[in-house]
Nanobody, 117 residues
Framework: QVQLVESGGGLVQPGGSLRLSCAAS????????MGWYRQAPGKQRELVAH???????NYADSVKGRFTISKDNLKNMVYLQMNSLKPEDTAVYHC???????????WGKGTLVTVSS
């Protein structure tokens, strides 16, 4: 059974930092593209960042220079370091695992990030 479990969300002031973690199980982690998506109230889910099996990363323009995605294949973990947070970063952040060869996609339930003073 595939599980993606996010943690690390919470309330932070503008300009602050948070580190999200996603623990994956039930998949061959190293071959998946791992990503973080977010969904703000009333908005569609959008890509934040992803990292592929070759450690190549891609970021949404809105987070470039502020967020960093990384992964640990030995621990089956993917992380999102978020710095200089803005109120518009407020959303539920979901972990995603995507196998481009088989087309299998898995989602975590999400962790809430609230940026507010």
């Amino acid at each position: 059974q595939v599980q993606l479990v996010e943690s690390g969300g919470g309330l932070v002031q503008p300009g602050g930092s948070l580190r999200l973690s996603c623990a994956a199980s039930g998949i061959i982690f190293s071959i998946y593209t791992m990503g973080w998506y977010r969904q703000a109230p009333g908005k569609q889910r959008e890509l934040v960042a992803h990292i592929n099996s070759s450690y190549i990363t891609n970021y949404a323009d809105s987070v470039k220079g502020r967020f960093t995605i990384s992964k640990d294949n030995l621990k089956n973990m993917v992380y999102l370091q978020m710095n200089s947070l803005k109120p518009e970063d407020t959303a539920v952040y979901h972990c995603n695992a995507n196998n481009a060869v088989t087309g299998m996609v898995y989602w975590g339930k999400g962790t809430l990030v609230t940026v507010s003073s």
